[in-house]
């Protein structure tokens, strides 16, 4: 069964740091571009992050940039992204999504593109 399944989730205190991982069965992640979307409250779907499947070049939404690291083992077949000085406007939940070598990371922009969406994983900042 393919599927990409989100963890790292839960409550953090602001200014807290989460490790999200997304890991992938029934398909290699390597040859996909990974993109990391959130849902806050209220608001649409947002890319906040991706990583490509070619070189590893990184995107990052200004909404996390500076605070946020996105990585990939491949090895483990399992895409990381850690968000560091957490504020309570970082609640929601957040989504990886694996996109073809031909889209890269266009797919931050475009949903459409994704081949697989994971479910989700809850992230409250709250104190």
């Avoid at 290699?28 to 990974?34: F, M, Q, V």
């Avoid at 690291?69 to 399992?78: E, V």
Wanted: charged fraction near 15%.
């Amino acid at each position: 069964q393919v599927q990409l399944v989100e963890s790292g989730g839960g409550l953090v205190q602001p200014g807290g740091s989460l490790r999200l991982s997304c890991a992938a069965s029934g398909f290699s992640l390597e040859t996909y571009a990974i993109a990391w979307f959130r849902q806050v409250p209220g608001k649409e779907r947002e890319g906040i992050s991706c990583i490509t499947s070619s070189d590893f070049s990184v995107y990052y939404a200004e909404a996390v940039k500076g605070r946020s690291t996105i990585s990939r083992d491949n090895a483990k077949n399992t895409v990381f992204l850690q968000i560091n000085s957490l504020k309570p406007e970082d609640t929601g939940v957040y989504y990886c999504a694996a996109a073809l070598p031909k889209w890269q990371c266009a797919v931050v922009a475009t949903e459409s593109l994704a081949d697989y969406w994971g479910q989700g994983t809850q992230v409250t900042v709250s104190s």
